[in-house]
């Protein structure tokens, strides 16, 4: 596939290849230039690399990081920076090192600089615990990256109820079938229940429209960090 997709107008900051274009990806309403045909980043992977390239010193020292539920598109560049300061944790993931629930952390308070949670907190029983958790292990000055997915239209409030078990109408209620909320603008003032000063992001638009489309970014998208003070 990649093969097919030869050529040099767009490049995955995460692994560096280049392509003529990057593959459709989605169930229903496939995305166009959204999936890296080598290292099966998608859009939002990419986005994170490069916030943390360009905003951060994340690539530049040595850090402690936690990585929930990681993503083998990640995995080999950040174990490559921060080796075996670099910890990924899943309930069930064989990908990870360390088996746990998010809602009671096996780790010491102020453990880490970094904590990513990508695409996580839809999935578990109580986002604002987890946050929670997140703070309690974030040292002070750290910071977490928290991206969720949202569902056009974006409810005002945030729409949940783990007791919804049909799958069908977890998908009609939160966009897909294992998620048990669907995330609404109020998203921010959630992370702030966590015990985070929550931020929300514009660093795609700074991106500008040619590297948003050469990296294979949604430009409107925003990043979710929370800073633990």
Same mark, same amino acid.
């Given at each position: 596939?990649?093969?097919?997709?030869?050529?040099?107008?767009?490049?995955?900051?995460?692994?560096?290849?280049?392509?003529?274009?990057?593959?459709?990806?989605?169930?229903?309403?496939?995305?166009?230039?959204?999936?890296?045909?080598?290292?099966?980043?998608?859009?939002?992977?990419?986005?994170?690399?490069?916030?943390?390239?360009?905003?951060?010193?994340?690539?530049?020292?040595?850090?402690?990081?936690?990585?929930?539920?990681?993503?083998?598109?990640?995995?080999?560049?950040?174990?490559?920076?921060?080796?075996?300061?670099?910890?990924?944790?899943?309930?069930?993931?064989?990908?990870?090192?360390?088996?746990?629930?998010?809602?009671?952390?096996?780790?010491?308070?102020?453990?880490?600089?970094?904590?990513?949670?990508?695409?996580?907190?839809?999935?578990?029983?109580?986002?604002?615990?987890?946050?929670?958790?997140?703070?309690?292990?974030?040292?002070?000055?750290?910071?977490?990256?928290?991206?969720?997915?949202?569902?056009?239209?974006?409810?005002?409030?945030?729409?949940?109820?783990?007791?919804?078990?049909?799958?069908?109408?977890?998908?009609?209620?939160?966009?897909?079938?294992?998620?048990?909320?669907?995330?609404?603008?109020?998203?921010?003032?959630?992370?702030? #229940?966590?015990?985070?000063?929550?931020? #929300?992001?514009?660093?795609?638009?700074?991106?500008?429209?040619?590297?948003?489309?050469?990296?294979?970014?949604?430009?409107?998208?925003?990043?979710?960090?929370?800073?633990?003070?």
């Amino acid at each position: 596939m990649g093969l097919f997709y030869a050529g040099n107008r767009v490049e995955c900051p995460i692994c560096n290849h280049h392509y003529r274009i990057f593959l459709p990806y989605g169930r229903i309403n496939p995305r166009s230039n959204a999936l890296c045909p080598h290292c099966q980043s998608l859009e939002r992977h990419r986005l994170i690399w490069l916030y943390l390239q360009d905003k951060t010193d994340f690539f530049s020292r040595q850090q402690d990081v936690l990585h929930i539920a990681p993503e083998a598109c990640f995995m080999k560049g950040f174990e490559k920076k921060h080796k075996q300061r670099y910890i990924t944790a899943d309930l069930e993931s064989p990908l990870a090192k360390v088996k746990m629930d998010i809602h009671k952390m096996p780790f010491q308070d102020n453990s880490f600089d970094v904590v990513l949670c990508n695409h996580v907190l839809e999935h578990v029983e109580s986002d604002v615990t987890a946050l929670k958790e997140i703070q309690r292990v974030l040292r002070p000055g750290g910071y977490a990256i928290l991206q969720v997915p949202f569902f056009s239209p974006v409810p005002d409030v945030t729409i949940e109820d783990t007791t919804v078990t049909d799958p069908r109408e977890r998908e009609r209620l939160f966009g897909q079938d294992d998620h048990v909320r669907k995330f609404g603008k109020d998203y921010p003032r959630r992370i702030e #229940a966590g015990g985070l000063t929550a931020e #929300a992001s514009d660093f795609a638009k700074s991106l500008g429209a040619d590297r948003c489309f050469h990296s294979g970014i949604t430009r409107d998208e925003i990043l979710y960090i929370g800073h633990k003070k």
